[in-house]
């Protein structure tokens, strides 16, 4: 089972930045489609970004141009760079994967296997 370990939310204000991690202690995820999705209170999760095995990318179209997810130069380590944080994007972010070692195209719209525990990003002044 891999294990999936989310870090790097907090507080921030608006218009500022966060950057999130996503690590999976003792493996490596060159062969997953890795993926960001954010539930906020009463409302339904929202696909945020994922990145495939080749680094093919998707992202929700509310965090398109604020939000880049990329591979760490850690082979277990993806990352979510958020910049321009609005009220709206409060939320817990999780991380997913998928084993897909062919694919050059992740989605945003299948269900993932393996999921983290989540990390709070709150954005407000």
């Known amino acids: 089972q891999l294990q999936l370990v989310e870090s790097g939310g907090g507080l921030v204000q608006p218009g500022g930045s966060l950057r999130l991690s996503c690590t999976a202690p003792g493996a490596t995820l060159d062969f997953y489609h890795i993926a960001w999705f954010r539930q906020a209170p009463g409302k339904e999760r929202e696909g945020v970004s994922c990145?495939?095995?080749?680094?093919?990318?998707n992202y929700g179209e509310s965090v398109k141009g604020r939000f880049t997810i990329s591979k760490g130069s850690a082979r277990n380590t993806v990352h979510l760079q958020m910049n321009n944080l609005k009220p709206e994007d409060t939320a817990i972010y999780y991380c997913?994967?998928?084993?897909?070692?062919?694919?050059?195209?992740?989605?945003?719209?299948?269900?993932?296997?393996?999921w983290g525990q989540g990390t709070q990003v709150t954005v407000s002044s």
């Open positions: 990145i495939s095995t080749t680094r093919g990318t």
């Open positions: 997913a994967a998928n084993w897909n070692p062919r694919s050059p195209i992740c989605s945003l719209q299948v269900a993932y296997t393996h």
